[in-house]
């Protein structure tokens, strides 16, 4: 069993730069893929990134390549997302995940994630 909690959200305006972070429990998770999504009002959640078990592999969706980048610090057990050059189509509940799929690629879709935060509302004013 895995127990995620995000923290870092809040309001920045549009050019700015936001830090999220997940902290995980669980002895399985230093060998679980972990990936991030992202919820707007009156939208599907929809694929951010995602990194494999020991960082070899990290994937963006193509509206935050170049802007976003996530890591992960097994020893600390979390993962972290920064976000610069924020723009107001970035504005989200963010969410981090995990994939039980031991030490394998993380999936881009969120129905193949079994375990989840409960989300950090990020606001990005323009």
């Known amino acids: 069993q895995v127990q995620l909690v995000e923290s870092g959200g809040g309001l920045v305006q549009a050019g700015g730069s936001l830090s999220l972070s997940c902290a995980g429990s669980?002895?399985?998770?230093?060998?679980?893929?972990l990936g991030w999504f992202r919820q707007a009002p009156g939208k599907e959640r929809e694929f951010v990134a995602a990194?494999?078990?020991?960082?070899?592999?990290?994937y963006y969706a193509d509206s935050v390549k170049g802007r976003f980048t996530i890591s992960r610090d097994n020893a600390k057990r979390t993962v972290t997302l920064q976000m610069n050059s924020l723009k107001p189509e970035d504005t989200a509940v963010y969410y981090c995940?995990?994939?039980?799929?031991?030490?394998?690629?993380?999936?881009?879709?969120?129905?193949?994630?079994?375990?989840w935060g409960q989300g950090t509302q990020v606001t990005v004013s323009s």
């Open positions: 995940a995990a994939d039980s799929s031991l030490m394998g690629v993380p999936p881009r879709r969120d129905g193949e994630y079994e375990y």
């Open positions: 669980g002895r399985m998770f230093s060998l679980y893929g």
């Open positions: 990194i494999t078990w020991n960082s070899g592999g990290t």
